[in-house]
């Protein structure tokens, strides 16, 4: 067993253990044991503090699919025994032939936190004693505390623990450039139409209907994104030629405040189904309802332009594009959804505009998110072209790459440190009638941490009544058993 930092003693209280180490000053901190409320014989201690580490249950599996709940872990050993600090982010203690916890700092796109008794390991469920894997511990600072040593050494511990701002600034040893100063997730979904038979079941059951089920997780997240699929509004008529066409009530809104979404793409080939006087309604819609349009707006350049959202010191810049965007579908009337200078509409999926708009975000933001309209329908595995163009974008700078439009769930990718996910499928759709494939959707949670630490949360869906559901048990298994199935099969 090993110090988490330089100049921590770890040990159980008594005579012989780390507060004896810290009197004769072969150290600067004691760690040890014991529940909040019953502090150890001070001694030489001159304050103390207390706080929660993880004791063995994190996971570091190679595939996304290993989200499986751990049965509660034994407690951690009752005497783990004083040793010399070595500086490695290891163990403080840790539970007999557990795995050795992760630093929130450690973690990447290919880790996974694992819940144990439905508690998720965040810093908070730690740093409380509700994660069954969190010992609490008393931070003892010895004679030397008032020097520089002993205020560091607990700082990296704090930090090394995933500790939140408040927690450092308790000591004075807040970094004020730190991002972000508190774990950030951002929930992503996939496409959400609430046209069509969606829309009769508002007019049925209210407007929270299609979303009554999801939406505590997606607003309890610090920003909700998602692909809207349909426009909103009552103005304009169908396009000539085109099919199918979609418009939802205004009254469809409310399920989208209701769910939090923050930031919506209308980068895709329905946000124009009622032409541009509808489209400019819908716009306005959701601008009146505090939620950003991305990849769509009065001309290209607005249409290019990112959204900048800022949470707890953490800058993102939202990017949106579609594929489809020059189609048209009449030739008396040919129509194209692309914004030009003086036009309104979506920004086009061309690798010249990606080459100046990723950069350009890049640099104006800690995390660059590329959300794009592609692909073809109803299919499990990405287009070669799909694969090629998401590695570009990675390589020209984003941190995620998030699709949809093909009306069915695809694989995941890390490369060179950036998450794509070539479909997230449907969310709210009502093609039911088109068989499972058009059903299952997913829900992506990505955590940025304290330190640098970053995760993602996969959460399979199943879309029955027009509306998702969350996937518990054997069901959420099979789902993600064929998520990695077919994220293996990229190439």
Do not use: C
Request: a negative charge; aromatic letters at 8%; hydrophobic letters at 45%.
């Amino acid at each position: 067993m090993e110090a988490p930092v330089a100049g921590l003693e770890v040990g159980p209280p008594g005579p012989d253990g780390p507060l004896a180490a810290l009197a004769e000053g072969a150290g600067d901190l004691a760690l040890v044991p014991g529940a909040p409320g019953s502090p150890p014989e001070p001694g030489a201690v001159v304050a103390a503090w207390t706080y929660s580490l993880v004791a063995g249950d994190y996971l570091a599996p190679e595939s996304l699919a290993g989200v499986a709940e751990l049965p509660a872990a034994p407690p951690p050993g009752a005497q783990p025994q004083a040793v010399a600090a070595s500086g490695s982010p290891a163990a403080a203690a840790q539970a007999p032939g557990a795995p050795a916890p992760l630093s929130f700092r450690d973690l990447d796109w290919g880790r996974v936190l694992l819940p144990v008794g439905g508690v998720s390991p965040t810093p908070e469920n730690i740093a409380s004693g509700r994660y069954p894997g969190s010992q609490p511990f008393w931070l003892v600072p010895g004679p030397r505390a008032g020097t520089w040593s002993g205020p560091v050494a607990l700082g990296e511990l704090l930090a090394w623990t995933g500790a939140e701002e408040r927690v450092l600034a308790r000591s004075g040893l807040a970094d004020p450039g730190s991002r972000p100063s508190r774990p950030v997730t951002l929930a992503a979904v996939g496409d959400v139409m609430l046209a069509r038979r969606v829309g009769e079941r508002i007019r049925e059951e209210g407007p929270a209907y299609p979303v009554a089920l999801v939406a505590d997780r997606l607003a309890a997240a610090d920003i909700a994104l998602g692909n809207l699929e349909s426009p909103i509004g009552v103005r304009g008529e169908p396009i000539p030629g085109k099919g199918i066409w979609f418009r939802a009530d205004p009254a469809a809104v409310e399920a989208l405040t209701r769910a939090g979404f923050d930031v919506l793409s209308v980068a895709n080939n329905h946000i124009l189904d009622y032409g541009l006087e509808n489209f400019a309604e819908t716009l306005a819609h959701l601008e009146a309802a505090g939620i950003a349009a991305v990849g769509g707006g009065p001309d290209l350049a607005a249409a290019r332009r990112p959204v900048i959202r800022e949470v707890a010191g953490l800058r993102f810049a939202f990017l949106a594009y579609s594929q489809f965007a020059d189609l048209f579908w009449s030739w008396e009337d040919p129509f194209r959804f692309a914004a030009t200078e003086d036009r309104a509409g979506v920004a086009p999926l061309d690798e010249a505009i990606l080459e100046e708009d990723i950069p350009r975000a890049r640099a104006e933001a800690d995390v660059v998110v590329v959300t794009v309209h592609w692909g073809e329908e109803y299919q499990n595995v990405p287009t070669p072209e799909q694969v090629r163009l998401a590695r570009r974008m990675v390589d020209l700078g984003a941190d995620l790459v998030l699709g949809h439009h093909p009306h069915a769930v695809q694989g995941f990718e890390i490369y060179r440190g950036g998450f794509i996910a070539y479909s997230m499928g449907n969310f709210i759709m009502d093609q039911e009638r088109l068989g499972s494939i058009t059903r299952e959707s997913m829900l992506l949670e990505f955590t940025w941490y304290p330190g640098g630490g970053r995760t993602v949360r996969v959460t399979p869906a199943w879309i029955t009544g027009y509306r998702p559901a969350f996937l518990e048990g054997p069901e959420a298994e099979a789902a993600l058993k064929k998520l990695a199935e077919i994220s293996a099969a990229i190439r």
